[in-house]
């Protein structure tokens, strides 16, 4: 059986590997990245529409007002099909092209201008600048081509929380959270830095046990909006789409020039044809029209039907005026977006090499590397250090280098030198698309070595180890029936002494011994996502395997050893009025190489929501975890949750004033085998929060019951109430008071008062203090785990 999976694995993962290259790309990959420009007659190089052409040029010439004397041209406009610029036009457009180029650079325009063999790349670089000196919005050529280069800073927010609790149970009674957020912009590109530190007061040694993070990333969003605006405020983005000319007037003007400048005899001028049959005849027409008054071998006929070549078919015309009706439709929603216009700034703006590099740069960042929660996948990556991924015509590149650190303090002493979680690590990955988007094609490799690790005293020595990690992922579309997600990753881990030499030839041997082990080592996810828009039905359903020997150090949350599966389906009907959706997850845990014994967790939930008015509705959760035990021949349930609860929403008018209440009533079965006997529980859970407008402020009240109906002990019966009014004191001061009564049966009883006060200072400034005293009304030998006195406070400083 073990050799069937290997054999299986090995036929999986060869073809997605050579996916990667061109020659056997899959066709749904090769989409063009959602932020591309709109591929209509308006990005077509001008070379190919001639009557176009012709309009942009008469354009440019009417706003082009002084016209000199003539002189030599340093370019050959003619050669380039611009004879129709007067000498104003082409002096003025001389002097975009050169604008903030070097005499190396000018050079090398004349160069690609006059001797360029490659003659798309030369006609696609003067349609674009034809394009933008068109658009320019001053009459004379400005000098702000380039981004601002001043330096800039934007303190985005500042807050300081601290709090303290005379409960023994914490380990500490004073705790600190200090967070710093700032924009440094150098040369219009945005840096961002965040910055946290956490300290508390320690009792067992007196002092501050403090942490500090730090991370500066590329703020891509600011950068693409400062490029945006430079390049709005330089152009006019509506005529480089040539959206204000009149394209079928200019066809038919051009038509109409080209006919009167064909050199026919006088006495035949009645039998030329018009501009309307020249542009609305087909060929075959236009070739009867002609025969009936002209030879086909006559010079007219052949020039006209030439012409009509040059032109186009009446399916290409009416296909180019169809193009301009949509895209006058759209052009406006599709510029106010600054991930598109600003792809033009490389063209249009003076950049430099890293400016233009920064506009396909999706992330860049140094400090703690985290992957986005909504887009985690087996190769992600969680460390400290330095990371960036690019993005350009749809390929896709990510690279990372930098130290993961997973022990804690209270591992040390537990960790062996084999089993370090303090890792230094360098990660490549690259493919086509985006990471989360349709079509997706991605490989990546991992590389990580050992290292010492020194935390609060401790001291591991880590020998020397090396693991090496590949992966390769892709999404497939299948359009309207969803996609499909697959990736694959191995791994590969190889032990030595601590010498240096020792080391680097372990660092080879894990990438040799890549394919040992297959099964054993390996991780494999696979998920589809769907929906039936017809039926309001969503769906997924996913399986996901990990060895027991898999090792991942960019990955530490990759659960190894599990074999991993479930579904999910939600439907909604009744214009979103009703919904109901069923989740499970079943997993598989190996916890032993040597032996069969495992660990089977069961999850299932149900939520089903209805919605009566637009003021109540009433929703039903089910839900059931289960672990079970399976340790040679005894197996058994270790662990039950089972629960149903019911929560009903209601918000309206009473007596003219304004409430909303929600309320919970659930009941909870919990069940434990424990060593010497099983504990079987359950519960009553209820709850309810109501607030009402009363006077200038509003009442809120509050209380959570929950009571053991077996009296297991599992957790305590437990009643919490707390009765508070909100209230402006001054107009810049708000305040909270609360009555608080709570009663955990055989623990502690107390009664107490809440108070809270929030100002608002000098517009973005706002700072909080809250103050929880309390009076034990019962005396237990357990009363220390609810403390008396309780306070915080926070400063902030608002965001822009």
């Known amino acids: 059986m073990r050799n069937i999976c290997e054999r299986v694995l090995l036929a999986m993962l060869c073809p997605l590997i050579w996916l990667h290259t061109p020659a056997l790309a899959l066709e749904n990959i090769q989409q063009p990245v959602p932020d591309s420009l709109p591929q209509d007659w308006s990005v077509q190089p001008l070379t190919s529409q001639p009557a176009v052409k012709n309009a942009v040029v008469d354009a440019i010439n009417r706003k082009v007002t002084n016209i000199p004397v003539a002189g030599t041209d340093s370019l050959p406009f003619n050669r380039l099909g611009l004879s129709g610029l007067h000498n104003g036009a082409r002096k003025e457009f001389t002097q975009y092209l050169s604008t903030g180029k070097t005499a190396a650079g000018i050079s090398r325009m004349n160069t690609m201008l006059t001797g360029m063999k490659d003659t798309a790349k030369r006609d696609r670089y003067l349609d ?23 330096p800039e800073n934007e303190l985005q927010g500042i807050s300081w929380k601290s709090a303290y609790s005379d409960s023994t149970a914490m380990t500490s009674g004073w705790w600190n959270e200090g967070v710093l957020k700032d924009r440094l912009t150098i040369a219009s590109v945005p840096i961002q830095l965040d910055y946290s530190t956490l300290s508390g007061y320690d009792y067992s040694n007196t002092s501050l046990r403090d942490a500090h993070f730090m991370k500066f990333s590329f703020d891509r969003e600011a950068y693409l909006e400062k490029v945006n605006t430079q390049l709005q405020k330089q152009y006019d983005l509506d005529k480089y789409f040539l959206e204000d000319l009149d394209i079928k007037s200019s066809l038919k003007s051009y038509a109409g020039q080209k006919l009167a400048s064909l050199n026919v005899p006088a006495d035949s001028l009645e039998r030329n044809i018009s501009a309307d049959q020249l542009m609305y005849l087909d060929s075959a027409q236009l070739s009867s029209a002609l025969l009936r008054n002209h030879d086909p071998s006559s010079a007219y006929y052949q020039k006209v039907m030439e012409l009509k070549k040059e032109m186009g078919g009446v399916k290409e015309m009416n296909s180019m005026l169809g193009a301009q009706k949509q895209v006058n439709g759209n052009i406006e929603g599709w510029i106010s977006q600054p991930g598109n216009t600003s792809r033009m700034g490389a063209d249009l703006l003076q950049m430099s090499f890293l400016q233009k590099l920064l506009l396909n740069m999706k992330d860049l960042k140094m400090g703690s590397i985290g992957a986005d929660a909504s887009k985690r996948t087996m190769s992600d990556l969680f460390m400290t250090g330095a990371a960036g991924s690019f993005l350009k015509n749809n390929k896709f590149i990510m690279l990372a280098a930098g130290k993961s650190n ?49 935390s609060n005293g401790f001291n591991t020595r880590a020998i020397s180890r090396n693991v090496f990690v590949g992966s390769v992922s892709q999404q497939c579309s299948l359009g309207d029936l969803g996609t499909i997600d697959i990736e694959l990753s191995k791994s590969s881990g190889q032990l030595g002494n601590n010498s240096h030499q020792e080391a680097a030839s372990v660092s080879r041997s894990a990438a040799s011994h890549f394919l040992d082990d297959i099964w054993a080592t390996a991780s494999v996810g696979l998920a589809y996502n769907g929906d039936v828009k017809k039926w309001g039905l969503s769906h997924k359903v996913y399986l996901n395997y990990a060895g027991l020997g898999y090792a991942n150090p960019g990955a530490p949350f990759a659960g190894r050893g599990t074999l991993q599966y479930g579904l999910m389906l939600k439907r909604s009907w009744l214009k979103n009025r009703a919904m109901v959706s069923l989740r499970t997850d079943i997993r598989n845990l190996a916890v032993s190489p040597v032996s069969d014994n495992k660990r089977r967790s069961l999850q299932y939930a149900i939520d089903a929501r209805y919605r009566f008015t637009r003021r109540f509705s009433l929703s039903m959760n089910v839900l059931e975890n289960t672990l079970r035990e399976s340790a040679e021949s005894l197996k058994y349930t270790a662990f039950l949750n089972r629960k149903i609860s019911f929560t009903s929403q209601a918000n309206g008018r009473i007596g003219g004033k304004s409430f909303s209440n929600s309320s919970t009533l659930g009941i909870q079965q919990l069940d434990y085998t424990m060593p010497d006997a099983p504990l079987r529980s359950l519960f009553i859970n209820a709850g309810s929060m109501h607030t009402f407008m009363a006077g200038p402020g509003m009442v809120v009240l509050n209380a959570m019951y929950n009571r053991d109906l077996k009296d297991a002990a599992v957790y305590n019966n437990q009643l919490n109430t707390e009765a508070g009014y909100q209230y402006m004191l001054w107009k810049v001061v708000s305040c909270g008071s609360s009555l608080i009564y709570m009663d955990s049966k055989d623990v502690v009883t107390q009664i107490g008062l809440r108070q809270q006060v929030s100002a608002q200072l000098l517009k973005r400034w706002s700072l909080s203090i809250s103050v929880d005293c309390r009076q034990n009304l019962k005396n237990t030998a357990a009363n220390y785990y609810y403390g008396r006195f309780n306070t915080a406070m926070s400063l902030n400083y608002q965001i822009k």
């Open 128 to 150: 674009n600048k034809l394009r933008g000196f068109y658009a320019l919005r001053q009459q004379q050529l400005p000098g702000g081509l380039t981004l601002p280069s001043a």
């Open 406 to 454: 997973e022990m804690g303090v209270q591992d040390a002493g537990l960790q062996s030198a084999t089993g370090t979680g303090s890792y230094g690590m360098q990660f490549i990955r690259m493919g086509r698309g985006d990471i989360g988007s349709k079509a997706q094609s991605h490989i990546s490799v991992l590389n990580a070595n050992a290292k010492p690790q020194n």
